[in-house]
Each structure stands twice: as C-alpha cells, then as structure tokens.
C-alpha cells in the first residue's frame, strides 16, 4: 500500500494552524498513525488509530480520517513542532510510511 | 522507563553481511513485537521485519531473502542479520517496539510506540 503525503514540505509561522494530509493507495479504514521527527532524533509517535493521541503528546496536535484520506492537524504551531512528519498504514502487510512532510520556520 | 539502544559495526563491506544488536531495558517481551525499521539519510522510514516474543518472524518481501531477526531473551536483545549488503543498504537502522494485539490484524494499529536513537550503518569498501 502506497502512502503519499503532501505537502512535501510547508512553512509556516508560530501560531499558525498547520494541516497535513496523507492519502493511501487503497482502503485502510482506520489503521493510520502519524509521527513526528527531529534531525538527528527516532520518530515519536503521536496519533494512531487515525484519531487517537498517544499519551503524552500535547493536544494540539489531532487527526481525522478515514479509508484513504486523513488528515493531521497542529492548531496553534509551537517552536518546537517545526520537524518532519511521517504518516504510516497498518492494514496491509508490509506496513508502509509516507514520504514525510517537513515543516519549516516562516 | 523503556530503552532501546542499537549497537553494530557502523561499516560494512560490500557483499558482506550485518549484524546489529539492541539492548532493551525497562519493558518485557512479551505482549510486544519488535520491530527494525531504517532511513536512509534525508529520506523517509522502512519496515524491515518484525519479531515476536515466541521467535515468530514476520519480514517485508522486500528484505526477505537477506534478513534474519531474532530474540535473546536471557540477553534481553534483539539481533538483525542482513546479508550481501550493498551501498543501497546504507541507512540509520532502528530498533523499535508496537503492543502486540490479540488479533494479529491489529498489531500496527496502535503505532510504534517506543524507539531507539539509530545506529548508523555505511556500506563501503
């Protein structure tokens, strides 16, 4: 299953609402789950399920979506958000990342 | 609190084969399946494979001919083993851990939850 994210890359200031989408090749109902990732650091994980946030992650950061089209969503951007995000599909096997979206300072 | 931490040869030849390691502390194996995942530089993240506390493997048809992950549970440690590896292969390699479900549909639905920092590996003569 082929994940394909855009925009590839996006600027933007700090408190702008920032969005991201991820689109799949085929149906994958709910099984989506988004990253975020710092030079030089491993991935975090902050949405799975498509909607879910993992714990811990701060509560501006909200996904949507559902078969082939989501979404991820920074309300208010924070200084410490500017990084790449990766969107990931669970429900074929192999699970598969999209190409990542970076988000830079405006 | 959980640590992953990978280990390797950071250069390897190419045709030969490598070997990484990663120490895990804090978290058991079980209900958990452990997971390699690399990045090339600037690019994005592939899932190598998987292993599960039984010693099940699961490897994406990509790398399975080359691939051999295991479990060192008296150890805790998991192993991946890649054979001829060539300049295509040189990447950040990561181990990392997702819960493991009941049914094996959902393993990857509630994400890779916990990462360790990368070891980077160079294919080069």
């Known amino acids: 299953i082929q994940m394909t994210q855009s925009p590839s890359s996006l600027s933007a200031s700090v408190g702008d609402r920032v969005t991201i989408t991820c689109r799949a090749s085929?149906?994958?109902?709910?099984?989506l789950n988004w990253y975020q990732q710092k030079p030089g650091r491993a991935p975090q994980l902050l949405i799975y399920g498509s909607s879910d946030l993992q714990s811990g992650v701060a509560p501006r950061f909200s996904g949507s979506g559902t078969e082939t089209e989501f979404t991820l969503t920074i309300s208010s951007l924070q200084p410490e958000d500017y990084a790449t995000y990766y969107c990931q599909q669970s429900h074929g096997s192999p699970v598969t990342f999209g190409g990542g979206t970076r988000v830079e300072i405006k | 609190q959980v640590h992953l931490q990978e280990s390797g040869p950071g250069l390897v030849k190419p045709s030969e084969t490598l070997s990484l390691t990663c120490d895990v502390s804090?978290?058991?194996?079980?209900?958990?399946?452990w997971s390699w995942i690399r990045q090339p530089a600037g690019k994005g993240l592939e899932w190598i494979g998987h292993?599960?506390?039984?010693?099940?493997?699961e490897y994406n048809p990509s790398f399975r001919r080359r691939v051999t992950m295991s479990i060192d549970m008296s150890k805790t440690q998991l192993s991946l083993k890649m054979t001829s590896m060539t300049a295509a292969d040189t990447a950040i390699y990561f181990c990392?851990?997702?819960?493991?479900?009941?049914?094996?549909?959902?393993?990857?639905?509630?994400?890779?939850?916990?990462w360790g920092q990368g070891t980077t590996v160079t294919v080069s003569s």
């Open positions: 085929q149906s994958i109902g709910r099984f």
């Open positions: 292993v599960f506390a039984s010693g099940h493997t």
């Open positions: 804090g978290s058991s194996f079980s209900g958990f399946h």
């Open positions: 990392a851990r997702a819960r493991q479900d009941g049914n094996p549909f959902f393993n990857f639905y509630f994400g890779v939850d916990v």
